[in-house]
């Protein structure tokens, strides 16, 4: 066995949100992080438009809410409609409250959630943050570490880590070095995107509108307060540099009526595709957001998902720098990869409705769509089939997170870490890696109501919450422990 100094136990590559948003979540367990990021500053410009309810307990977790929500709003319904102003779709958002115990959608201004984020990084004394400094490469990988070579202030540093994630955006170096090629789903749609600042909203739109005109697809979206977002897709025989014109950007935004009453902060154009990296692990190299996925933005999930990989792979890495055993590592794409694609397939279906530009295609879509009008609150996401005890009820969902007026929010209260909820009896056995929390003794008696009326929807008298907030099983205390402690022994078994 190779023996190593380790400089940290994670390098972190590419300081964006889910880079930092991981860096935060091991930083809160004591690990070592070091991350590296090329720019000096934050991005300063609008980009990502949309968190759900999860994401924003994720930021509950981290303990940064009371920064987050200066740069939020609730978001309004979403609505597809056709060239004639109908709607084709509906998603309904307003005065509804997710699973995770927050409003189900929120629209943002992605500069404050970053600045949020490496706030909190300040506090973390396990956390160093480079800024000017570049990943070049993997000098070596062994059985034990990775050394990989760093830029900083003009010099090469070599940096040992236990291990390597490269959350470095859509042309990750990390991914490069790692060698992992990308599955392409075939969309690739260019769309010229527009972010002003608004002193009054009045006037406009009340929802999020993808308007489904074959003239000129286009979509309006609420920011974060006191911001708005256009999008007009280019047409086959439209370039680019010639649309950004400012001539020509006017002309797109003439129906809105929008002369004298915006503040343009950028416009650029931007291509929509699918993209899913064949591989986010090799060895101790591994990879997550953008750099293992890109999907359109029709369904609002791409830092979703990002953050939701980040969520994924902090306690699995956390087992891993503890005991050395990579085994649940291997459940990290198992259970992401899936998912991603669900959303990026449904985005992209979504998009078809969206890009039309057949006017007899349009009519023929029109049509069946008016017929069978939908509207829903949510995409029902697939449940994760990995670290779970497949067959019992619930398993591989979010656990919900109650909230009492008076006493605040379940995970507020019980704290980080895997957690074993019994209504009945305890666990008959020690459970390895997680917590017992009894809902009579242990809960304040509205959120232990919540939690019981939950198991015994279920007809079960206990559950077992990984520190991700999705259930591993459900069932009696006893046998979900064993279950829990069986998984984990065999991890270390098949190294």
Known sequence: MIEMNFDCDVLIVGLGPVGAGLAAMLGQTGRKVIAVEPQLDIYPLPRAAHVDHEIMRVFQSLGIIDDILPHVRVAPNYEFRNAAGLPLLRFEREGITGISGWPLSYNLYQP??????????TDLASVETWFGAKFV???????????CLIERDGR??????????????????????????????????????LDARVADESGFPPVNLQLCDPARPNTFVHMGPGRLRWEFMLKPDEDAATMLQPANVDRLLEPWRTHGRIDVERTAVYRFHGLVA????????????DAA???????????????????????????????????????YQQEREPHVRFVIERAIEMGRIVC??????????????LRNLRSGTSIQFPSLVGVTMQGSPAAGTIFPQPVDAFEGRLDDIVGPGALLFHLAAPPKVSVSHARVIDIATDLPLELGTAVGDWLQSFGVTAVLVRPDHYVFGTGDATSISLAWSEHFANLELAV
């Open 112 to 121: 404050g959630i970053e600045a949020a984020l490496r706030k909190r990084l």
């Open 137 to 147: 490469g993997v000098d070596m990988q062994s059985n034990v570490g990775v050394e």
């Open 156 to 193: 090469s540093k070599t940096v040992r880590s236990r291990f390597v994630v490269g959350c470095d955006g859509a042309w990750s170096p990390v991914r490069e070095a790692a060698g992992i090629e990308l599955d392409d789903y075939g969309f690739d749609e260019p769309w010229l995107v």
């Open 278 to 289: 064949r591989a986010w692990r090799h060895g101790r190299l591994l990879i997550a957001g």
């Open 293 to 331: 996925h890109q999907m359109p933005p029709f369904m609002g999930q791409g830092l979703c998902s990002g953050l939701r990989d980040a969520a994924n792979l902090a306690w699995k890495l956390d087992h891993a720098i503890d005991t050395d055993h990579l085994g649940l590592l291997d459940s």
């Open 356 to 369: 039309t530009l057949d006017p007899r295609h349009a009519a023929a879509r029109d049509a069946e769509l």
